[in-house]
């Protein structure tokens, strides 16, 4: 039922019920706690001496405590259930391991995990293993996202963000295997840290004053604007660099239906910061965010013929980008697309806020009617 409830809740939220995703996955949650799924001994009690069946426990734990982090940073919601009880179920095995029947005991603790930054040996841990501390360090976004927070914790977070890819041990850090495939967990956990380093620095930079923070676009619930830790530039640089990054995964040559669909979320909060650092740059610099937004938009398009929340965001987004990125905003050569001195961090003033009413595109409510991208989609009513 755990397992039912949690697969139910993805798909709820990827059809466009953002609310009744989270309310399912609270009674998955609620249920796991109740059973001791977190527990060390909840696994192996449980699982009749089959280690395939105890992994899946584990597993099914440490993906709830993954899709609750993921749902809160596109609720704004500063605390998670499931990091608020312990987590002592350990650490899962690697995918091909489990899908060949493979897994054994000797599976690392969390805290073994967090230990390895001053292990005097390497040790091989699962890809999972990194997606669960990107959450860790989202978690603790999300916990200041809204609210006024002292310049050393926002600094320590963003240390936590910024040495997160320093521990990716060499044989993971290319997303593309030899044979072409993508490691798909390898690929969340990126953009969990890319995602979360928008939360953290969007809210403290100028990129917000032209983010339109009353609309409700799905995916990307307006932020309140937070006194500056750093300079302003310095912040709207990392969110940026951070967009840049979640679009150069949309680049990659992967079937889309085989990334999570939390990965819309991701491109739309690419899509304003690029659209805001647009707002603010000047012409030399156009291109660049155009040919990112293209991209976004086209893979949005891509993503809407399996996900139906998908193709209402892409409305809006198409919508908001038509207007930013009018080609007669700026007259540019081909030469003048070279960006050799702009580092995307929303300098510049060519086009001003002013010029651009981006809240007049987010009064239309049939822009966010989801009915029409995937009409013969139905869920049964669960019972609780």
Excluded at 102 to 107: I, L, Q
Excluded at 336 to 355: N, R, V, Y
């Amino acid at each position: 039922m755990v397992q039912a409830r949690l697969v139910f809740a993805i798909a709820i939220h990827a059809r466009g019920e953002a609310n009744e995703g989270v309310a399912m996955l609270q009674l998955a949650i609620d249920l796991a706690i109740d059973l001791g799924m977190n527990t060390t001994v909840f696994a192996t009690s449980n699982a009749n001496l089959s280690p395939c069946l105890a992994e899946s426990f584990r597993r099914t734990w440490w993906e709830l405590f993954v899709v609750e982090g993921i749902m809160s940073a596109v609720h704004r919601r500063p605390s998670m259930r499931t990091a608020s009880v312990v987590s002592g179920a350990l650490l899962p095995c690697e995918d091909f391991t489990y899908a060949d029947g493979a897994c054994f005991s000797g599976s690392p603790s969390l805290s073994q995990f967090s230990d390895r930054h001053f292990a005097e040996e390497e040790v091989d841990f699962s890809s999972s293993c990194y997606r669960i501390e990107a959450v860790q360090i989202l978690s603790r976004v999300l916990s200041i996202a809204n609210a006024e927070a002292h310049p050393d914790e926002v600094q320590a977070i963003d240390n936590s963000l910024a040495a997160w890819s320093h521990y990716v041990p060499p044989d993971k850090r290319d997303l593309i295997s030899n044979s072409g495939e993508v490691d798909e967990l390898l690929f969340q956990a990126h953009m969990i840290i890319h995602w979360a380093t928008i939360l953290l620095h969007m809210p403290r930079s100028e990129l917000l004053s032209v983010h339109p923070a009353s609309a409700d676009i799905f995916c990307a619930k307006g932020d309140k604007q937070m006194p500056s830790t750093d300079t302003k530039h310095a912040h709207a640089s990392k969110a940026t660099d951070a967009s840049k990054e979640l679009s150069n995964m949309a680049a990659l040559r992967s079937p889309v239906q085989k990334h999570t669909p939390f990965f819309i979320c991701a491109l739309v909060i690419a899509s304003v910061v690029q659209l805001a650092a647009c707002t603010l740059h000047n012409c030399r610099c156009m291109y660049q965010h155009r040919d990112r937004i293209t991209l976004v938009v086209g893979l949005l398009k891509s993503l809407s013929l399996h996900w139906a929340c998908a193709g209402s965001v892409l409305v809006k987004i198409k919508k908001i980008a038509a207007k930013v990125l009018k080609s007669d905003n700026c007259t540019m050569t081909v030469t003048s697309t070279q960006c050799d001195s702009c580092t995307d961090s929303g300098l510049g003033t060519s086009i001003g806020a002013e010029d651009v009413p981006w809240l007049e595109f987010f009064d239309d409510p049939t822009l966010m009617s989801f009915d029409r991208f995937a009409p013969s989609l139905s869920f049964p009513e669960q019972s609780t």
